[in-house]
């Protein structure tokens, strides 16, 4: 059994790529925090076509928590052969009004989540010199987003995290890359009203906002044999708003 696990899955840009992943034929692990109805109708979507998938609970933020969802994963779906590192939350807010806890928090999901997870992963990458890693980032980790100063600073360093850790792992096989997604349309952006969608739209080139399948599908191609040479890379897939 090939098995994918895709954190932050029960929703959102990480339920498209729970989705698409199984649709190429891996097994997924659809990881949730809080969400569990919503992690139980991905898995039955996936079980419905005859894929294979289960969900697990588990705060990224925590590595005891990260440790009890690899070994879970391992346990009953395999060796996780592809990590897609997805959980995320943002925050809009000037910085000089952010709390401790606001601040700890974003770090604690954004970036060090995707440590701990990948911390675990290859663990069992190494021995076997195979692996894949898909980092999502996002466009304003590439050029910084005002008013989201730490969740651009976490996004910046997930993608330094992904050249970095290319380097270390090249030698063992094992690929780790990013997609970089522009404005997806989920619930991180439901707090944005229609004119504010409208105009972002208009600034966009493609003039569309993305939707979660166009970063799935992204994903889902640096998983593939036919990206078996591109490492430590950064995919943008953001209709051009960035460039
Ligand atoms: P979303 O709709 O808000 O979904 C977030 C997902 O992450 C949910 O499945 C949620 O699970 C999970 N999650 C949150 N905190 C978690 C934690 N501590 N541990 C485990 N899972 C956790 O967000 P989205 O728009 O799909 O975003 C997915 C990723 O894309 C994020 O990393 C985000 O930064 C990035 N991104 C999004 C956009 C965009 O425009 N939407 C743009 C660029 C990058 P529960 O429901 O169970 O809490």
Redesign the pocket.
């Given at each position: 059994m090939h098995t994918a696990l895709v954190?932050?899955?029960?929703?959102?840009?990480?339920a498209a790529i729970a989705l698409e992943l199984a649709k190429e034929g891996w097994a997924v692990a659809v990881?949730?925090?809080?969400?569990r109805d919503?992690?139980d109708e991905v898995v039955k979507k996936i079980t419905d076509e005859k894929g294979v998938a289960e969900a697990f609970e588990?705060?990224?933020?925590d590595p005891e928590a990260v440790k009890r969802l690899f070994s879970d994963v391992s346990e009953r779906l395999g060796f996780v052969e592809v990590l897609v590192n997805?959980?995320?939350?943002?925050h809009i807010g000037l910085l000089q009004d952010m709390t401790d806890g606001e601040i700890s928090r974003l770090i604690g999901?954004?970036l060090a989540?995707t440590v701990y997870c990948s911390r675990e992963a290859v663990k069992a990458m190494i021995p076997r010199k195979k692996g894949s890693i898909i980092n999502?980032a996002?466009?304003w980790g590439e050029v910084g987003a005002s008013c989201e100063a730490v969740y651009s600073a976490c996004k910046a360093g997930v993608i330094g995290f992904t050249k970095a850790l290319a380097k270390e792992l090249g030698p063992s096989g094992i690929r780790v890359n990013c997609v970089s997604?522009?404005?997806?349309r989920?619930?991180?952006?439901k707090s944005l009203d229609s004119e504010t969608l409208k105009e972002l739209e208009e600034e966009t080139p493609l003039l569309r906002i993305g939707a979660?399948e166009d970063v799935a599908k992204a994903a889902a191609f640096l998983t593939r044999e036919e990206a078996s040479f591109i490492t430590g890379q950064v995919l943008p897939v953001n209709g051009g708003f960035i460039v």
């Open positions: 954190t932050g899955a029960s929703r959102g840009i990480g990881n949730y925090r809080s969400s919503a992690a588990a705060d990224v933020s997805n959980a995320g939350i943002s999901v954004d989540g999502i996002s466009m997604p522009g404005l997806i989920t619930d991180m952006n979660p």
